[in-house]
């Protein structure tokens, strides 16, 4: 792969990984002010926001990290199968 397509990768995983520590954290953290926390959102809520506004509301359930991981999973697939052939 390049360099590119190394750092798409990486970017990726470093998305899905905060999707989910944001989701987990939005169980237990109940200080709208922890840093961590606003780092989380800073970080995601860029990319959750559009999927949130187009999905159907699911009751006090948000559909939308469960969403965006399935986008990044078959990005990070079409990705390795369009660089490595």
């Not at 009751?59 to 199968?81: E, H, K, T």
């Amino acid at each position: 792969m390049t360099f590119i397509g190394y750092f798409i990768w990486i970017l990726t995983w470093v998305l899905m990984i905060s999707i989910i520590a944001r989701s987990f954290a939005s169980w237990f953290v109940r200080d709208p002010e922890n840093p961590y926390m606003i780092f989380l959102i800073n970080i995601t809520e860029p990319i959750l926001s559009p999927v949130r506004r187009i999905l159907p509301t699911f009751g006090a359930f948000d559909a939308s990290p469960v969403v965006v991981i399935v986008i990044l999973v078959l990005l990070q697939r079409f990705l390795v199968a369009a660089l490595l052939g």
